[in-house]
C-alpha cells in the first residue's frame, strides 16, 4: 500500500524546492542568503486602512499597521527576510510587535529568527511549536521531518484560540484543528472584515494537506465552514497560496473540496482499489486547479485522509 501513499516526482520536487517543507536546514541559512537572487521576489498590495498582503515565494504575509505598531501573519523563507522586513519599513517605521505563524511550515515560519531578531514575539497555536521541536515521518514525501532549531520556535504559544486587542482591531485567531495541519489558526480582523486562511485556503489550487503532520481533508472542509460563518460579501480574504480572494471564491473552493471528499468516498464505498479511483480520472473536470498538487496527487491525498479518519 504504501507505494500508493508516495507522490510523484513533481510532488517531491515541491519538497526540494522548499514550498512546502517545514524548514530550511540551518546550517545553509547563510549559504541560501547569499545565494539568493537581488532582485525584488516580495511585493507588496495595499488593502487600505493600514492593512498589507505580501506575495512573492512561500505563503502570503498580512500585515497590519497602526497606532500599536506591525502586526504580522506568516514570514514566508529566512531568505526573503531582508525584502520582508524592507517592505514594512516601507510602510512604518513603527516596530513589529507580533508576528503569527498560521502553522508550521517552512514557507510561512522560515523567517521566525529574522523576525525575533527585530524584538517581535512569535505567536501560534501549541501544535506549530511541538511540530518545529520533532522529528517525525513524512510517508507522503519519503523523507523524515526534522526537528528546526529552537530560534525558530514561537515563543507563545495558545491551545484552542487567542484574541488580540491591537490597532484598534479585534484579531481573532482561530485554530481550526488536523486541517492542512494539526496546528492552524486563521486569522480574522473583526473591525476590518479581513481574513487571513494560512494554508487552509488555497485560492485557484487543489490544496496540499499534510497528513504527516496531522492534517485532513475533512478537517480542511470544517475550516472552510467556520470561515464562512465569519465573513460577508465585503470581507477581504487572504489565501495561503494564491491572489487576494472574496467570499465567492472561497465558498467555490470549499464546493470543490466537498465534491473530491464526495467523489473517493462513493468510489471507496463501491469497492474501488486507489489504482481504480486514479484510473477513472474522477477530477478530469477540476483539471484547471492542478498545480504542485496535481489532480492524481489529489486523489491520492484525499483517499489516504479518508481511510486514515475511518
Ligand atoms: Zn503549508
Not at 505598531?69 to 524592507?86: C, E, L, M, N, P
Not at 491551545?159 to 490597532?167: D, G, I, K, L
Request: glycine share 10%; hydrophobic share 40%.
Amino acid at each position: 500500500m504504501l507505494k500508493h501513499l508516495l507522490f510523484t516526482a513533481a510532488v517531491i520536487g515541491l519538497a526540494a524546492c522548499g514550498a512546502e517543507t517545514t524548514a530550511e536546514p540551518q546550517a545553509s541559512k547563510t549559504d541560501i542568503k547569499e545565494a539568493a537572487t537581488p532582485k525584488q521576489d516580495i511585493k507588496t498590495q495595499d488593502l487600505g486602512d493600514g492593512f498589507y498582503m505580501l506575495l512573492g515565494p512561500g505563503g502570503n504575509i498580512g500585515v497590519s499597521v497602526g497606532e500599536d505598531g506591525v502586526f504580522v501573519i506568516d514570514d514566508k523563507f529566512s531568505r526573503f527576510a531582508d525584502q520582508i522586513i524592507g517592505q514594512i519599513r516601507g510602510i512604518t517605521d513603527a516596530p513589529i510587535r507580533y508576528v503569527i505563524n498560521t502553522h508550521y511550515h517552512g514557507d510561512h515560519s522560515g523567517a521566525n529568527a529574522d523576525m525575533k531578531e527585530t524584538g517581535a514575539v512569535v505567536v501560534a497555536h501549541d501544535n506549530v511549536r511541538k511540530r518545529m521541536g520533532m522529528s517525525f515521518e513524512n510517508k507522503a514525501f519519503g523523507r523524515t521531518v526534522d526537528a528546526v532549531d529552537e530560534t525558530l520556535w514561537p515563543d507563545l504559544t495558545y491551545s484552542e484560540n487567542a484574541t488580540f486587542h491591537f490597532n484598534g482591531q479585534t484579531v481573532q485567531a482561530i485554530h481550526t484543528p488536523n486541517a492542512h495541519t494539526d496546528g492552524d489558526s486563521i486569522l480574522f480582523f473583526k473591525e476590518a472584515n479581513i481574513l487571513h486562511m494560512g494554508d487552509n485556503f488555497f485560492f485557484g489550487l487543489f490544496p496540499y494537506i499534510d497528513v504527516d503532520g496531522g492534517g485532513s481533508l475533512a478537517g480542511m472542509i470544517a475550516s472552510h465552514e467556520k470561515a464562512l460563518e465569519l465573513v460577508n460579501d465585503e470581507s477581504k480574504i487572504i489565501p495561503g497560496h494564491g491572489p487576494l480572494a472574496d467570499k465567492g471564491d472561497l465558498e467555490k473552493t470549499y464546493e470543490m473540496l466537498k465534491t473530491i471528499e464526495k467523489r473517493v468516498i462513493d468510489e471507496i464505498k463501491r469497492g474501488a482499489s486507489l489504482d481504480d479511483i486514479l484510473k477513472k480520472d474522477i477530477l478530469a473536470d477540476y483539471a484547471e486547479y492542478s498545480s504542485f498538487i496535481d489532480k492524481d496527487n489529489m486523489v491520492k491525498i484525499a483517499h489516504r485522509s479518508i481511510l486514515e479518519m475511518q
